[in-house]
């Protein structure tokens, strides 16, 4: 068993990241947040079990599902907030919105709205950080969905071949929530053991349980062990489940039956780590309450802070469109 000391903050966190992301539903529906909103609850344990296992300096990539990833590398939820209401005060000064979180300071080089768009850039940096001579390595989160893309199996073959001579320390790790919108794995994916796909290109795989966040664990500091030391990529599938619709806009939900979802909510990722913690002696009543309490404040005055801020002057508009020349 993995450390569970340690464990307690990373619920902390699982908690807080629940409930940043039943308010930005909320916003939602009241037109505060514009554009599209694609929330994370119930794949909490995967990206808090993978980013427990990442050093401070290592950097990360995932899709448009990108909050709990911007909020679990430390970015203040006022800023997460304020991008997702287009305000200057946002992590993209509120040109990015939900979709294009990024916060390089934490390692965190985004939030990507195009399928599988972001595994050639997550490939190529994981290669620089080796070009470079250093030690530390690149994650790519990525969706059940997104391995169906040409990008996916270019990108693939490069990470398995560089990796042969030690110049590819990637993660990527499969977010396997059953669906790509409103289609199942089972109806899009000849080959639905989606760990072994990783065979085809010499990647090492496994697939573990997305729900339970020690799991999930282990096996991230297993594969961010590996990439570091020997410079390959590695993979992990993790098997998991998105409570919520899709997108904001997917509200009826007719690839699904109710009995399904309710089904996978009894397997809740922060309820299962709560369970481990109170039966272990590190959490009770009080303890829970006083987290949720503090996730609510948090939270609240991450939405006063998004509210307060205005949006970005007209002048910004075409600030940081170009890089600077080097
Ligand atoms: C190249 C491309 N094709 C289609 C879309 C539309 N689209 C947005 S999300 C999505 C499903 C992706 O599913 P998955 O990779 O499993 O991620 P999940 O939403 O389940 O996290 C699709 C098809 C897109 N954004 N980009
Ligand atoms: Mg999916």
């Known amino acids: 068993m993995a450390d ?7 619920y902390r ?19 505060k947040i514009g554009g599209y909103l694609h929330v994370y609850s119930g794949q909490e344990a995967v990206a808090a079990g993978f980013i427990s296992a990442m050093r401070g300096d290592d950097i990360c990539f995932t899709s448009y599902r990108d909050h709990a990833i911007a909020l679990l590398r430390g970015s203040p939820p006022g800023a997460v907030m304020a991008e997702l209401y287009g305000k200057a005060a946002g992590l993209a000064r509120g040109k990015g919105g939900s979709m294009h ?57 490069m990470a398995g071949l560089w990796g042969q001579t030690g110049h590819c320390p990637l993660v990527l790790i499969v977010e396997n929530n059953g669906y790509a919108m409103g289609t199942s794995v089972a109806r899009s994916s000849a080959v639905t053991d989606l760990a ?7 990647i090492p795989s496994e697939r573990v349980d997305g729900m339970d966040f020690q799991t999930v664990r282990l096996a991230a500091e297993r594969a961010v062990a590996d990439a570091r030391a020997s410079g390959r990529p590695t993979a992990v599938e993790a098997v998991t489940y998105r409570f919520a619709g ?33 039966a272990a002696g590190l959490l009770d009543d009080a303890a829970a309450e006083a987290i949720r309490e503090e996730a609510e404040q948090a939270v609240l005055a991450a939405v006063r ?11 910004a508009l075409h600030a940081d469109v170009y890089g600077k020349e080097a």
């Open 4 to 10: 569970l000391q340690s464990a307690l903050s990373w």
């Open 13 to 31: 966190r699982m908690v807080l990241v629940r409930r940043f992301e039943e308010e930005t539903e909320r916003a939602f529906r009241r037109g």
């Open 101 to 157: 979180l990024f916060d390089v300071g934490r390692g965190f080089y985004g939030g990507y709205g195009i399928v599988g768009g972001h595994i050639p850039l997550a490939l190529g940096a994981a290669y620089a950080l080796r070009y470079q001579g250093s030690d530390r390595v690149c994650l790519c989160f990525l969706g059940d969905g997104a391995m169906n893309t040409g990008a996916f199996h270019e990108s693939l073959n």
């Open 196 to 202: 072994s796909r990783f065979t085809a290109y010499a």
């Open 246 to 278: 899709h997108g904001a806009a997917d509200v009826v939900q007719p690839y699904r039956s109710k009995e399904e979802v309710e089904q996978a909510r009894r397997r809740d990722p922060i309820r299962l780590l709560e369970g481990h913690l109170r």
């Open 305 to 315: 802070h998004s509210e307060d801020s205005p949006p970005p002057s007209p002048e």
